[in-house]
């Protein structure tokens, strides 16, 4: 069993900064892909990354490539999610999650979702 919890959501401008943390319980954490997922008002929830249980392995979508960066941390059961030159169009709820199944992208195959944090991006 893993719970997911996210933290660092808020307010920031366009072109800003923000790093988002999704703490981690459990003793097989680390073992466990885990990928940064987000729902824009009205909008069906779309991957943004994901990082195997390494780090060494990641993906992500095409409309962030380049501008946020996966990474973990596995002594401290940590992943982050480091958003820089932010858009308007990021502005959605983030959700982590967790899954066994590597090179997934997919809502419906990750097993363990935190509750989500806000992020608002003004211009």
């Known amino acids: 069993q893993v719970q997911l919890v996210e933290s660092g959501g808020g307010l920031v401008q366009a072109g800003g900064s923000l790093r988002l943390s999704c703490a981690g319980s459990?003793?097989?954490?680390?073992?466990?892909?885990v990928g940064w997922f987000r729902q824009p008002p009205g909008k069906e929830r779309e991957f943004v990354a994901r990082?195997?249980?390494?780090?060494?392995?990641?993906a992500y979508a095409d409309s962030v490539k380049g501008r946020f960066t996966v990474s973990r941390d596995n002594a401290k059961k940590t992943v982050y999610l480091q958003m820089n030159s932010v858009k308007p169009d990021d502005t959605a709820v983030y959700y982590c999650?967790?899954?066994?199944?590597?090179?997934?992208?997919?809502?419906?195959?990750?097993?363990?979702w935190g509750q989500g944090t806000q992020v608002t991006v003004s211009s």
């Open positions: 459990g003793r097989t954490f680390g073992n466990y892909v």
């Open positions: 990082i195997n249980w390494s780090g060494a392995n990641t």
């Open positions: 999650a967790a899954t066994l199944r590597s090179g997934v992208q997919v809502v419906r195959w990750y097993d363990y």
